[in-house]
């Protein structure tokens, strides 16, 4: 992405002696590179947030920042740039350390031009590469909103559930799909469909419960001009339609006992007869089935074909509800958002904390459904550019702790959202928390992150977080406080 980007890449050279950042600037703006300079870490940090470079060459040994310092927030702040290291004193244990920091290369002094060259433009083609799976992804979630083939989730219980999905896709076994309305029985149909041979097919969804006895009978086997008042011509039924490919059955539970006699002849035979017909017509389809009935006690209580139910039921796969895998609510809710703000033409940056905690507090009775019309709603209705509490639906406006961190989704550098409303101390509190978390606990990479001073950290969080975070031996208050 940076290679074929019209603008040269941008390299940050970073080194206290100026002959050394004179000589590299014009061995890189030699080679096609566009060259920044900064003679401290502090100096290159500020460049880093006013643009973000492809790479960064430093050197390890520098007075305040060091390079390995200077490593670590690069990597907070821009995760994607990648970092070389210079040295005069390099050591085996001095490299292992960097690239476990997560520098892409560690090169010794004196520099020659071939060599540094060479670990910088490999340091790009790593960055590029990066950039351009990231695009690839965002394109791929474009064509299939919502991550691999609609569905995304994290949860434990729904990563098992696509990897059955994925697992039985190849085959050619009938597929039930169970679980409560509103859990994305169809999205599992699809990409049953999509992974499998058939895929070139095509995949023909029918909702049984939506169309009356009568009809569905006739959609779903065809009829024969003359079949019935008012069949002026032939027309194929799903089955039919989706020769060579998948039929989708939703709400299977809800047919008659008379369309299961002929749903059960189908798939034990393979041919379809529609109304009025004389010849029976061959058909090669795969059914995956959905219910959010329990097919088993509907079968006890003579309301569903036992043999049918074990035609369909070679391989059962249960889709959790909403409420077993709240931690997906977030990233549910985002992919929802970005869509429909971009079908209503709306600038929009994310969930406020608060909206997000409230978001994960519901019960969700509809599952996704639910949660997508929401979120529908809360995008249209909005006037600010992040969506809050009161932006969602009366029902789901449940408190919520302000300052929640949430990282940006792009891949790029972490980023908070506080609502309006929240104290400047609060927000200073919230920000310095988030900074620690990122650094790791790194009080004085967050502080200079921050621009303060160590010590201003324990004074604007209170007594009992300053004391957890105080290192052996470090008296409270020590010294003035320059910040």
Not at 251 to 277: A, C, H
Not at 278 to 300: F, G, M, S, Y
Not at 313 to 336: G, I, N, Q, W
Request: aromatic share 4%; proline share 6%; hydrophobic share 40%.
């Amino acid at each position: 992405m940076y290679a074929d980007c019209p603008v040269s890449p941008l390299i940050l050279i970073v080194d206290d002696e100026r002959p050394n950042l004179e000589s590299l600037e014009k061995i890189f703006a030699r080679d096609g590179w566009r060259v920044a300079l900064a003679s401290s870490g502090a100096e290159a940090l500020e460049a880093i947030r006013r643009e973000r470079p492809a790479v960064v060459l430093t050197d390890l040994m520098m007075p305040g920042m060091g390079g390995d310092s200077l490593l670590r927030a690069v990597k907070t702040v821009s995760p994607e740039t990648e970092v070389v290291l210079m040295t005069a004193h390099g050591t085996v244990e001095s490299a292992v350390s960097a690239m476990k920091d997560g520098a892409y290369d560690f090169i010794t002094k004196p520099l020659k031009r071939q060599a540094v060259v060479k670990s910088a433009r490999q340091a790009l083609e790593k960055a590029s590469l990066v950039a351009e799976n990231r695009a690839l992804k965002a394109r791929l979630a474009e064509l299939a909103p919502g991550g691999e083939g609609g569905l995304l989730g994290t949860a434990p219980a729904f990563r098992a559930v696509l990897e059955t999905l994925r697992q039985v896709a190849p085959s050619s076994a009938s597929v039930l799909l169970t679980g409560e309305s509103g859990t994305g029985k169809e999205l599992a149909a699809r990409l049953v469909h999509d992974l499998s041979p058939r895929a070139a097919g095509p995949f023909v969804p029918i909702h049984c419960a939506a169309i009356p006895e009568s009809i569905l009978e006739s959609e779903l086997f065809g009829y024969e001009k003359g079949a019935f008042t008012g069949a002026t011509g032939r027309k194929e039924g799903r089955f039919e339609r989706a020769h060579g490919g998948t039929l989708f059955l939703d709400e299977v539970g809800e047919m008659s006992p008379s369309v299961q006699v002929k749903l059960l002849r189908v798939l034990q035979d393979g041919v379809v007869d529609r109304l009025g017909g004389t010849e029976p017509v061959q058909v090669d389809v795969r059914v995956v089935a959905a219910t959010n009935k329990d097919l088993a006690t509907e079968v006890r209580a003579g309301r569903f074909r036992e043999d049918l139910f074990y035609r369909l039921d070679v391989v059962s796969v249960r889709l959790p509800p909403l409420r077993d895998r709240r931690e997906d609510v977030p990233l549910l809710a985002t992919a929802f958002l970005r869509r429909f703000a971009e079908k209503n033409g709306k600038r929009l940056s994310g969930f406020t904390p608060a909206a997000l905690a409230a978001l994960e507090a519901a019960p969700w009775p509809g599952n996704v459904r639910e949660l997508q019309h929401a979120v529908e709603r809360a995008v249209i209705l909005t006037r600010g550019e992040v969506l809050d509490v009161g932006d969602l639906p009366e029902p789901l406006r449940v408190a919520a702790p302000p300052g929640s961190a949430a990282a940006s989704s792009g891949g790029g550098a972490p980023s908070l959202t506080v609502p309006l409303g929240t104290t400047l101390d609060e927000v200073e509190r919230v920000v310095i928390r988030e900074t620690l978390r990122q650094t790791r606990g790194d009080k004085n990479l967050a502080a200079q992150l921050l621009g303060i001073a160590a010590r201003t950290i324990y004074r604007k969080l209170d007594r009992d977080e300053a004391g957890r975070l105080r290192e052996p031996g470090e008296a409270d208050g020590e010294g003035p406080d320059p910040a």
